[in-house]
């Protein structure tokens, strides 16, 4: 069997199980459930948030909406909960394959706070998400109307009426959708201080039958366009980039050794053979780079960090690499809620070996002796940073009671994960790391005495460097219009 044919014998039996210990789902599964005609279709409200910035999400119950009296949350998996969502039952009665026209989902009385709070949502553009099977059904709170300068109107209303698009093939439920369109928006303007708002929220539901087999066939079937596509993932683009980038690198590789090979050789002679005896007559007419090649592989004096760094960027291009081909192959829904969190954590976990291996070997290589210090800096260098910087991140979550806060029950969950599998494996990565290295061999010869550097201008300094290499990967983001909201007033 070839080497392919083990990695995927491998990947066939283990991965699936990782994948459904950390999404609650079988690969290849698209979580679709069988109905019978008259079955009760579970519709789960999840949270609200700003169009423009869909890290900022709420539950969706924290606005002043048809809530029932006792709120049973659906149990959701690490992936899920990564991504912001927390599922809630709700009141909305849905039937397979039965028809509803306009029923009413309740009524109620809005203080003027209440209608403020929705006032403030509707103007930050707040959508709204709800899950059916597992499919996402995405609409706008409200519609805000601004139109004219002089004179100036400012209009804002409210949907209290739902219309719910559901396609069926068999048994199975395959898209579903929601719209507002030929319905008129409630208007939240007028209200005095001490007057309540009476509201009546009604839906409607209908089913129709499709030919689509399966919801991977049908795009709708996922975010459908709603966000901006410049918060979409583009595969295409992200496989295209990584494969510019390896064949620019082999290209430069090729041309370089080719090059090299001589000077290399070259500077490899030993100094007896050299005229003279002096290692300083073959220098003359050398020019750039070649002036300083005796000090080109001098070891430096913070190795550690160097192959602390170097292991980690092994370890995240592995993870990315990782994502990649098991989304291509299929072992997981990329479309589906906190799938790709749950693979990231989990072959983030497993993947602590190589930054382990990789540190200590080249650590090892380059004459480093404290190599516990070595590997438990390698362990450290982003779990360490990051889980500072989230937890003042998670703070302000919490504190705003945005549902990307994490529950302790995560928290523990991830912190049990990263002791128990990815620190071990990044020691045990190590141990073998250490002991498989050999000597570094390089090209040339290193100088005893480092070659001294004349003093730089100020502009080729290591902070001017950082600063303007820092900006490379930046750029302004593409204005992005407001989206067109259907619907008109009375």
Same mark, same amino acid.
């Given at each position: 069997?070839?080497?392919?044919?083990?990695?995927?014998?491998?990947?066939?039996?283990?991965?699936?199980?990782?994948?459904?210990?950390?999404?609650?789902?079988?690969?290849?599964?698209?979580?679709?459930?069988?109905?019978?005609?008259?079955?009760?279709?579970?519709?789960?409200?999840?949270?609200?948030?700003?169009?423009?910035?869909?890290?900022?999400?709420?539950?969706?119950?924290?606005?002043?909406?048809?809530?029932?009296?006792?709120?049973?949350?659906?149990?959701?998996?690490?992936?899920?909960?990564?991504?912001?969502?927390?599922?809630?039952?709700?009141?909305?009665?849905?039937?397979?394959?039965?028809?509803?026209?306009?029923?009413?989902?309740?009524?109620?009385?809005?203080?003027?706070?209440?209608?403020?709070?929705?006032?403030?949502?509707?103007?930050?553009?707040?959508?709204?998400?709800?899950?059916?099977?597992?499919?996402?059904?995405?609409?706008?709170?409200?519609?805000?109307?601004?139109?004219?300068?002089?004179?100036?109107?400012?209009?804002?209303?409210?949907?209290?009426?739902?219309?719910?698009?559901?396609?069926?093939?068999?048994?199975?439920?395959?898209?579903?959708?929601?719209?507002?369109?030929?319905?008129?928006?409630?208007?939240?303007?007028?209200?005095?201080?001490?007057?309540?708002?009476?509201?009546?929220?009604?839906?409607?539901?209908?089913?129709?039958?499709?030919?689509?087999?399966?919801?991977?066939?049908?795009?709708?079937?996922?975010?459908?366009?709603?966000?901006?596509?410049?918060?979409?993932?583009?595969?295409?683009?992200?496989?295209?980039?990584?494969?510019?980038?390896?064949?620019?690198?082999?290209?430069?590789?090729?041309?370089?050794?080719?090059?090299?090979?001589?000077?290399?050789?070259?500077?490899?002679?030993?100094?007896?053979?050299?005229?003279?005896?002096?290692?300083?007559?073959?220098?003359?007419?050398?020019?750039? !780079?070649? +002036? *300083?090649? #005796?000090?080109?592989?001098?070891?430096? =004096?913070?190795?550690?960090?160097?192959?602390? $760094?170097?292991? /980690?960027?092994?370890?995240?291009?592995?993870?990315?690499?990782?994502?990649?081909?098991?989304?291509?192959?299929?072992?997981?829904?990329?479309?589906?809620?906190?799938?790709?969190?749950?693979?990231?954590?989990?072959?983030?976990?497993?993947?602590?070996?190589?930054?382990?291996?990789?540190?200590?070997?080249?650590?090892?290589?380059?004459?480093?002796?404290?190599?516990? !210090?070595? +590997? *438990?800096? #390698?362990?450290?260098?982003?779990?360490? =940073?990051?889980?500072?910087?989230?937890?003042? $991140?998670?703070? /302000?979550?919490?504190?705003?009671?945005?549902?990307?806060?994490?529950?302790?029950?995560?928290?523990?969950?991830?912190?049990?994960?990263?002791?128990?599998?990815?620190?071990?494996?990044?020691?045990?990565?190590?141990?073998?790391?250490?002991?498989?290295?050999?000597?570094?061999?390089?090209?040339?010869?290193?100088?005893?005495?480092?070659?001294?550097?004349?003093?730089?201008?100020?502009?080729?300094? #290591?902070?001017?460097?950082?600063?303007?290499?820092?900006?490379?990967?930046?750029?302004?983001?593409?204005?992005?219009?407001?989206?067109?909201?259907?619907?008109?007033?009375?």
């Amino acid at each position: 069997m070839t080497v392919l044919g083990h990695l995927r014998s491998w990947s066939c039996r283990w991965l699936p199980l990782l994948l459904l210990l950390g999404t609650g789902r079988e690969p290849g599964v698209e979580g679709v459930t069988h109905y019978k005609a008259g079955d009760p279709v579970i519709l789960y409200v999840n949270k609200v948030g700003p169009y423009h910035n869909p890290q900022e999400t709420y539950h969706y119950y924290q606005l002043p909406v048809c809530c029932p009296e006792k709120i049973r949350h659906k149990s959701l998996s690490l992936g899920e909960v990564l991504d912001g969502d927390r599922m809630a039952e709700s009141l909305y009665e849905i039937r397979f394959r039965e028809n509803v026209e306009k029923r009413i989902l309740c009524h109620m009385q809005l203080n003027s706070a209440q209608v403020e709070q929705l006032r403030q949502a509707i103007e930050e553009l707040y959508y709204f998400e709800f899950v059916v099977d597992d499919l996402p059904i995405r609409g706008f709170v409200g519609y805000m109307e601004e139109s004219g300068f002089l004179p100036h109107s400012h209009k804002i209303g409210l949907w209290t009426h739902l219309d719910f698009h559901l396609e069926f093939h068999g048994d199975r439920i395959i898209f579903a959708n929601v719209s507002v369109r030929d319905v008129k928006p409630h208007s939240l303007d007028g209200l005095r201080p001490d007057e309540f708002l009476g509201l009546t929220h009604t839906y409607s539901v209908r089913w129709s039958e499709t030919s689509v087999e399966r919801r991977s066939d049908r795009r709708r079937g996922d975010d459908g366009g709603f966000f901006p596509r410049t918060l979409e993932i583009h595969w295409l683009s992200i496989i295209n980039s990584m494969v510019l980038v390896f064949l620019l690198v082999g290209f430069v590789a090729v041309i370089l050794m080719r090059v090299l090979r001589n000077d290399l050789a070259r500077y490899n002679l030993d100094e007896e053979t050299t005229s003279g005896g002096s290692g300083d007559d073959f220098e003359q007419g050398d020019n750039g !780079w070649k +002036i *300083i090649h #005796t000090d080109v592989f001098r070891f430096p =004096p913070y190795r550690g960090l160097l192959c602390a $760094v170097l292991g /980690v960027g092994a370890q995240f291009l592995a993870l990315g690499t990782g994502i990649i081909v098991m989304a291509l192959l299929g072992m997981f829904n990329v479309h589906r809620h906190g799938a790709i969190n749950s693979a990231a954590i989990l072959l983030y976990a497993l993947t602590c070996c190589i930054s382990g291996y990789v540190s200590s070997h080249f650590y090892r290589q380059i004459g480093g002796e404290r190599w516990v !210090w070595n +590997i *438990i800096l #390698t362990t450290s260098l982003f779990s360490v =940073p990051f889980f500072l910087t989230w937890s003042v $991140v998670n703070s /302000v979550h919490w504190a705003n009671g945005s549902t990307q806060a994490l529950p302790a029950t995560t928290i523990l969950l991830l912190l049990t994960v990263w002791l128990l599998v990815g620190f071990p494996l990044t020691v045990i990565g190590g141990i073998f790391g250490k002991n498989n290295a050999s000597l570094f061999d390089a090209p040339c010869r290193t100088k005893n005495i480092a070659r001294e550097i004349p003093p730089q201008p100020w502009y080729k300094s #290591t902070l001017i460097h950082m600063t303007v290499g820092g900006f490379l990967p930046f750029r302004y983001p593409p204005f992005i219009p407001w989206p067109s909201l259907s619907g008109s007033w009375p």
